[in-house]
């Protein structure tokens, strides 16, 4: 399944997008145009469906109260508004529409409240809508989603497991190769990598072997010298190990510690795209990697998830991610800052990027100018 189609109202920096979302998608704009904020709408939704998560702690722990995730730029304190249609991978029939609003209490305990919620099946029949008489009774119910209620969601299940296991990768390599350096609570959903090791460990061994396969063949195309990629456990600590070609025998060995920065990041990326197969949000992918080997992430993203008919949303920068003339101008979503705040628009709906790419622009070549701010050849200037 997939979310084809978002609509959402003062969330952070964005005071209203509407956008078609495809199979494969990526997100560009400049720094703090809301790339990472975007991916956050999805990962806000998952921890309202964890088990174990809610709207409360999704809101206040998570995010740090209402004021942090509402719009600023909204005058009065407006509802914020998120809607999500669903549709089968390689589909757009919608087949679930969920939508939520929250708001928080102008008075006493401040609570955040559900405004409303509503459920809708493929034929547009509606499982439930509230606020309900029992929420009109007791103002407490408002408190909770029927998503974090495992009583409540049973006929829309799928939409709960959906959201649960999205998952969002943004793998720190300080933090993998040396997970016991960093104490603190583990955040949740392992963001950025401490617990990776742990995480291929809980994989039953057939499973782990034949994704550790597939991450090999990759690497052995991607890194000079690596012939082989293997999980061992040591003193009951999880460990990958490496053996690079050597002219001395048994030389050529090596344990996460030693590997390099960007092998990581591709060992953590392409694990996760077969971790599961629900949405995968990537923030910046291209991180530490050759540009060879970034120019091709958005076909081998697409072969991997394939496999598992899962859809993937990317944050980039990248040029060279989006020099590959496979992606389609539907896949791609531009962030443009404005006063009232950050506005999406699909690249296919711009005429010119369009026209760019009929001249034989690759999407590097037409959006990427587009997006770099105004006033960055001052830059230099600033320093003399
Ligand atoms: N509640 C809010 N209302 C309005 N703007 C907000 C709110 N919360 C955060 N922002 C703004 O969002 C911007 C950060 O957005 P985000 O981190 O998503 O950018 P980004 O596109 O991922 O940037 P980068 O490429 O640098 O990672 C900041 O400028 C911040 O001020
Ligand atoms: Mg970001």
Not at 123 to 129: A, I, R, T
Not at 160 to 186: I, S
Not at 200 to 211: G, Q, W
Not at 357 to 371: F, K, N, Q, V
């Amino acid at each position: 399944m997939i979310i084809s189609r978002l609509i959402v109202k003062n969330w952070k920096n964005f005071k209203s997008i509407d956008v078609e979302l495809q199979e494969r998608v990526i997100i560009v704009g400049a720094n703090a145009s809301g790339k990472s904020n975007f991916l956050d709408i999805f990962r806000f939704l998952r921890d309202i469906a964890k088990p174990g998560g809610g709207l409360q702690p999704a809101v206040i722990e998570e995010r740090g109260g209402v004021s942090k995730i509402r719009s600023l730029s909204a005058r009065t304190n407006p509802t914020i508004e998120i809607e999500v249609h669903f549709s089968e991978f390689g589909t757009r029939d919608v087949i679930w529409k969920y939508k939520i609003g929250i708001t928080q209490e102008s008075r006493g305990g401040r609570l955040q409240l559900i405004k409303y919620e509503k459920v809708s099946d493929k034929n547009g029949k509606v499982l439930f809508e509230r606020p309900n008489l029992d929420d009109e009774k007791d103002k407490k119910r408002k408190t909770q989603t029927y998503l974090e209620q495992i009583n409540t969601n049973s006929e829309f299940r799928e939409i709960v497991t959906f959201f649960e296991k999205t998952l969002y990768l943004h793998l720190v390599p300080q933090l993998l190769k040396y997970p016991r350096a960093f104490t603190g609570p583990d955040l949740s959903g392992d963001p950025f990598g401490r617990g990776f090791l742990d995480r291929i460990a809980k994989v039953p061994e057939k499973t782990r072997n034949v994704s550790l396969r597939r991450v090999q063949e990759v690497l052995k195309l991607a890194v000079p010298k690596l012939k082989e990629l293997k999980f061992t456990t040591e003193l009951g600590y999880p460990h990958l190990e490496a053996i690079y070609e050597h002219w001395r025998p048994n030389a050529g060995k090596q344990q996460e510690d030693q590997f390099s920065d960007g092998t990581l990041r591709m060992i953590g990326l392409f694990w996760a795209l077969q971790e599961g197969d629900s949405l995968l949000l990537l923030e910046e992918p291209e991180l530490s990697l050759n540009g060879a080997i970034v120019s091709k992430l958005a076909s081998l993203i697409y072969k991997l998830q394939k496999l598992k008919k899962r859809q993937v949303i990317i944050t980039s920068h990248s040029s060279d991610l989006l020099q590959d003339r496979g992606i389609s101008l539907s896949e791609i979503l531009i962030l443009e800052p404005t006063n009232e705040g950050t506005v999406v628009k699909t690249a296919s709906s711009i005429k010119e990027i369009q026209y760019m790419l009929d001249e034989g622009m690759t999407p590097s070549e037409a959006i990427l100018p587009r997006i770099a701010p105004n006033s960055i050849n001052q830059i230099a200037f600033e320093f003399q």
